[in-house]
């Protein structure tokens, strides 16, 4: 059903979209142009509080690109709007601090699943519920990645609320069960940690949505802490373009069916 009224947070409707299926999902504002400029024919379509948007296309599809903010609670609201203007595919590309002594900065991480230790994903469906990628997106930024030449890893991300609980757990009242879970999570083989990933996930899944994410490793503080040497790598167009290719590869594939 068309949604002709604007979505009251994101502030696009229906025709905004001009039938795009597709969304790329920046977390940062600032970084939406910076996306829209690596596609066709793109315009701003929209400004309100965190969201930021653009229309351009990709092959000749229209695509989106949306900011969703910073964490779960404002990625949701733009996921469950999205979903009612129609909007079906969703990629998010974000930064991350890497977790793993091989996950280095300037890697790219695709996350398969994400750790739920955030609080928007538990007000959906209780915490035994996966936050599980859309295996047709996360194959396709796999492909994106090894055809580009990046160096990737794919594999399972951490989510939180607390970006200082994280950089700071002593500080935290509860820092001990922080520092334990952040040690658990290693061992368990986490790739990297951000914010949003869980959200994403888990809100596509119950609005039956396609969502996937592709994650630049900036920086690696497990590295810090050990003493060994921790490039940063803040060059967000490798997971940009990441994105593009495999929006590209699926459309053509679709057209090709």
Known sequence: MEQTEKMYHIGLSTSDLKGAKYAILPGDPGRVEKIATKLNNAYKIGVNREYTSYL?????????VISTGMGGPSTAICVEELAQIGIENLIRVGTSGGMQLDVNAGDIVIAEAAIRQEGTSKEYVPVEFPAVA???????????????????????????????????PERMPVGYELQDKWNAWIKAGALCSEMETAALYV???????????????????????????????????????????????????????
Request: aromatic share 6%; glycine share 8%; with cysteine.
């Open 203 to 257: 809100v596509s899944s119950v609005l039956r949505l396609k969502a996937a994410a592709v994650l630049l490793v900036v920086w690696n503080q497990e590295l810090e802490n050990r003493g060994i040497s921790n490039d940063t790598d803040f060059d967000v167009d490798k997971e940009i373009n990441v994105a593009i290719k495999a929006i590209t590869n699926l459309i053509r594939g679709h057209k090709h069916e």
């Open 134 to 168: 859309n295996l047709e997106l996360t194959n396709a930024l796999k492909e994106a990645a090894d055809e580009l030449g990046y160096l990737n890893h794919v594999g399972i991300v951490q989510c939180k609320d607390s970006f200082y609980g994280q950089h700071d």
């Open 56 to 64: 351009g296309e990709i092959d000749g599809e229209k695509v989106l």
